[in-house]
């Protein structure tokens, strides 16, 4: 019986794909309110598949009463695409909804062309675009995840066998088997791949804890994917991150340290992009990347205001936070590109409903004083000076200012320790019961 690795499961169907293959986009919609969200949907889709070297011959908008068990889209819908595909001499079709693995089959088998859903085709371009170790095995690790339910595709050629006999009993087929094997390599390389990446974790994580002791302020740089991350970090930093006009062109986190115009020390992170319906196999692979959003004391959320969508990425972007649990953090909302605006109204926009709000434009190094004049400020509130009296039999809450802030002075009087620190937001709650 032939055996095939399965590192290669994750790459075979798309990564094997020619560049310049011509593409048809397919979209659903079940009422006429979604229908120009799912429009904008499918030109975000087409931007992805000219990142990944594909080229889009067509567009195609399906409207679904109920979602068909077996192809996910009608009978009438399939033959339609199946009649375009073959009039426009298409190559593959790329469906911007998450399918099953049997609605992968099927539409296969009847349209007879490579069928992949959106988040196949946005593992596709994280794979071609992971440059350091740990982006590739964070994309190793979404890829492996992706293809555990899809398995039986890879055998579908070797037949099932049965067993004769009065017993009537079942014996696994070729097919089967290979699929079990499969499994459990993958379920190995998977389990290695979670070990690895926890090693580069800890790594980030004592490198955090030393910037903490230096008591240095983090800034981690996010927004949605090609709002100009890189582009502000390399003009502030002289980061020299890799700068393109493609969706998820940096996968890497970059850590740089800055001082501000007050001679404030700073740590600055750039952060892989963003994206409507981010696959939750990405969210889980690159977690101990993303979690550098997560630990950053501030949040500069960069947006895009010369894209049209730029209120929906915004959102998008909030939401992505959301899942990280840190939307919660200070957010300083950093407007690019305004040398190329779209829309003037956006501006009115952003600062009605996100407070914080600064305008500049990366390229040019424009607005960059009034950023940093944000950045001082927000920096300036994260820590307070106060005074506590604190009863002994709270001590534990004495060593976590020990640990979390800075003792100014600390005296004891009976059965009270007397202190005087300047201590993080997240303390001054906890500590308000105590303070003088």
């Not at 169907?13 to 659903?28: D, Q």
């Not at 600064?358 to 190094?365: D, T, W």
Request: charged share 30%.
């Amino acid at each position: 019986m032939s055996t095939k690795d399965p590192i290669d499961l994750g790459k075979t169907r798309l990564l094997e794909i020619e560049k310049n293959k011509s593409a048809l986009l397919v979209g659903a919609y079940k009422s006429n309110k979604e229908k120009s969200i799912r429009l904008e949907h499918l030109e975000e889709l087409k931007s992805l598949a000219i990142t990944f070297g594909l080229q889009t011959i067509e567009k195609m908008l399906v409207h679904i009463r109920k979602i068909e068990t077996s192809t996910y889209i009608g009978s009438g819908k399939v033959e339609e695409i199946r009649d375009l595909c073959e009039e426009k001499n298409i190559d593959i079709v790329i469906f911007d909804i998450d399918i099953a693995p049997h609605q992968q089959r099927n539409l296969e088998r009847e349209i007879k062309k490579t069928i992949i859903d959106r988040t196949e085709l946005i593992l596709g371009v994280f794979a071609i675009h992971a440059r350091s170790n740990e982006s590739k095995l964070q994309v190793k690790l979404a890829q492996f995840k992706y293809e555990m339910p899809r398995l039986k595709r890879m055998w579908t050629h070797l037949s099932r066998q049965r067993t004769g006999g009065s017993s009537g009993g079942y014996l696994k087929g070729a097919g089967e088997k290979q699929i079990e094997i499969d499994r459990q390599i993958l379920k190995k390389k998977v389990s290695d791949l979670q070990k690895e990446i926890g090693k580069i974790k800890e790594q980030r994580e004592l490198q955090r804890k030393k910037r903490k002791k230096q008591e240095i302020p983090s800034f981690a740089i996010i927004g949605y994917t090609n709002s100009g991350k890189s582009t502000l970090m390399n003009a502030l930093t002289d980061a020299k991150v890799l700068v393109e006009d493609k969706l998820f062109a940096t996968l890497d986190t970059t850590t740089r340290k800055y001082s501000l115009p007050n001679h404030q020390q700073v740590v600055l992170t750039d952060t892989v992009g963003f994206i409507r319906k981010l696959p939750h196999t990405l969210i889980a692979a690159f977690k101990s990347t993303l979690e550098e959003a997560v630990s950053a004391d501030i949040l500069i959320h960069l947006v895009d205001v010369s894209n049209e969508n730029a209120k929906v990425m915004a959102e998008a972007s909030i939401e992505v936070l959301k899942e990280l649990k840190a939307d919660e953090k200070p957010i300083i909302t950093c407007l690019n590109k305004i040398d190329e605006i779209y829309d003037q109204s956006f501006i009115t926009y952003f600062k009605l409903n996100y407070p914080k709000t600064v305008i500049i434009s990366a390229l040019k190094k424009e607005g960059f004083e009034d950023l940093m004049d944000k950045m001082i400020h927000e920096i300036s509130s994260l820590r307070k000076i106060i005074k506590l009296k604190i009863p002994q039999s709270y001590y534990k809450l004495v060593s976590e200012i020990i640990k979390e802030g800075r003792i100014i002075s600390l005296n004891y009087e009976e059965n009270d320790i007397l202190i005087e620190a300047e201590v993080p937001k997240m303390l001054q709650t906890k500590l308000q019961m105590f303070e003088v």
